[in-house]
């Protein structure tokens, strides 16, 4: 029954997709109903399919497929579940904090080892910079080979939108690594804050006498656990946050705002499948990781990174699944949030293909010296934004103001900025996954080893 739904989905997908093709261009009537009706089809035979299986991921998929069909045929009503995608979000963002604390307490505290954790940090660091890095310059490779920027027509003036934003000095970066008030930090969604007190935290509980300790130590486990448990109640609502978060994107934009920038958008997608292809892969193989498991493990977080756009959306559920895969607890929840803020592979590679697309939009030409002072102000600016809304355009846009390029090709990139940072999202997630696998591979403590009773 599965695979005739599987088979049937697929025809019918098949046929739907030609049907739009051919009303495109004009071999159908303009106003047939029939690829309509045939897209509707499909989704609803994939909804099918997703029921016999009963996957949260396929469900998932099919949020995703209705709310952009829904966006693009009745994009008043698509306008008005922006509710859903808001609500799914805001339940997922109350997990963060009391997740990270609890595990960060338990891992570091609950092993008594600051060696270890400092050799963490220390691996943790050299890894996420290196790729990172290597990421940015295939942005900045793929935007120079596609010149996805000459010959844009700008949008007027009058439509621009100022942004009051300045990228971080070197300075600014350190000082906000540290948090100033807990409290703050959690209001904030300041990741790396939230993470560093926790960190310290459990450094403090390990001078502890062992009699004082325990009870923190039972309090911060119960605590992890019971946040998982709220986590798996909150993933019952994603198909439904999905849709509504895809819905009022696609009726928000409609489709004839993105035919301009389809161009950089294919060139910013072809060069995320090169960095996973050509780097993330070849990084697996070295770390001897298996492949087809791996996948399995992380084709939730990922798929709910793309379809949100939020990494922080995948965090919980990216730990779980990190840990079921046989990564250890303490290596998931002080390698994955840390990579977050420091390892934003998608958003690096995204960020050096706008601001040169930006660059080309306006018709410069830099020195060698000029684009390689704006690569390292990217690195540096882009470090600890983890949790901002529009993390990454924002940085592109304090880059540009930093070097004084004119704004007006900066405005360019609003329209398809959530199809954007869906795929550099998906890839960032991805990217992460990769990093905590390898860095437990290089601990030698994967996969993780039973414990043993005492």
Request: net charge positive; proline share 5%; glycine share 8%.
């Amino acid at each position: 029954m599965k695979n005739r739904l599987l088979l049937a989905a697929v025809l019918v997908s098949t046929t739907a997709i030609a049907a739009t093709l051919l009303a495109g261009v004009q071999m159908l009537p303009h106003d047939a109903v029939v690829p309509t009706l045939l897209r509707w089809l499909a989704i609803l035979l994939i909804g099918a399919y997703a029921a016999s299986r009963r996957s949260l991921t396929t469900w998932i998929l099919v949020g995703l497929l209705a709310g952009a069909e829904l966006g693009q045929d009745w994009p008043s009503v698509a306008l008005n579940l922006q509710l859903l995608g808001t609500i799914f979000l805001r339940l997922i963002k109350v997990i963060i904090a009391p997740l990270l604390f609890g595990v960060l307490v338990v891992g570091i505290a609950g092993h008594s080892d600051l060696k270890k954790v400092g050799r963490l940090g220390v691996k943790s660091l050299i890894y996420f910079e290196v790729v990172s890095t290597i990421a940015m310059l295939i942005g900045y490779a793929a935007i120079h080979l596609s010149r996805a920027g000459e010959g844009v027509h700008l949008p007027p003036a009058s439509a621009a939108q100022a942004l009051n934003v300045s990228p971080h000095s070197a300075t600014q970066l350190i000082t906000d690594i540290f948090p100033e008030n807990i409290a703050k930090s959690v209001a904030e969604g300041q990741v790396l804050q939230i993470v560093v007190f926790s960190v310290l935290f459990a450094m403090a509980l390990i001078l502890v006498p062992e009699a004082k300790r325990r009870p923190m130590l039972v309090l911060s486990e119960s605590l992890s656990e019971t946040m998982f448990k709220f986590t798996n109640l909150v993933m019952y609502a994603a198909p439904l946050g999905v849709f509504g978060a895809v819905a009022y994107t696609v009726g928000h934009l409609g489709v004839g705002v993105l035919l301009p920038l389809l161009k950089l958008l294919a060139t910013m997608y072809v060069a995320l499948a090169f960095f996973i292809v050509c780097v993330l892969l070849p990084i697996a193989l070295w770390a001897r990781i298996p492949i087809k498991r791996f996948i399995n493990a992380v084709a939730e977080p990922v798929t709910i990174g793309f379809a949100t756009a939020s990494s922080e959306a995948t965090l919980p559920r990216a730990i779980e699944q990190l840990e079921s895969f046989g990564v250890p607890r303490e290596i998931v929840a002080f390698v994955l949030p840390t990579g977050y803020s420091f390892n934003m592979d998608g958003a690096s590679l995204y960020q050096s293909l706008a601001l040169f697309f930006v660059v080309q939009a306006a018709g410069l030409h830099l020195s060698i010296g000029q684009q390689v002072l704006m690569i390292l102000t990217l690195l540096i600016s882009s470090k600890g934004t983890a949790g901002v809304a529009r993390a990454s355009l924002l940085i592109v846009f304090g880059a540009a103001t930093s070097f004084h390029l004119p704004m007006e090709p900066l405005f360019l990139l609003f329209a398809i900025d959530q199809l954007m940072d869906m795929g550099r999202t998906a890839v960032t997630v991805l990217g992460n996954c990769v990093a905590c696998v390898v860095i437990a591979r290089w601990e030698g403590e994967f996969p993780a080893k039973p414990a043993t009773s005492s």
